[in-house]
């Protein structure tokens, strides 16, 4: 991503960039990375919400702790389940 110009506006921190980004480095920005490539998805005047994966991330980071028990927990679950079927 490269910074091209700026749009600047009237209230404080809320200054726009113009920038220069690949349709990867937009898929990777939105959070569809994953989903696969339509070359064109983007057009101008697009908006991106770069926000809201960052929110996501905040999120599962605020939330490590609980998310980990909440791991070990199925994990077990699923390991005393797998206890129970016939073995092999």
Known sequence: MRICGIIPEKLPRKQAYIVEVTEDELDKLSGISKRPHISGRYKIGNEVKVALVYERLEYFEAHKVQLANAEAM?????????DLLPGD
């Open 74 to 82: 199925l994990r077990s679950a699923a390991n005393s389940i797998k």
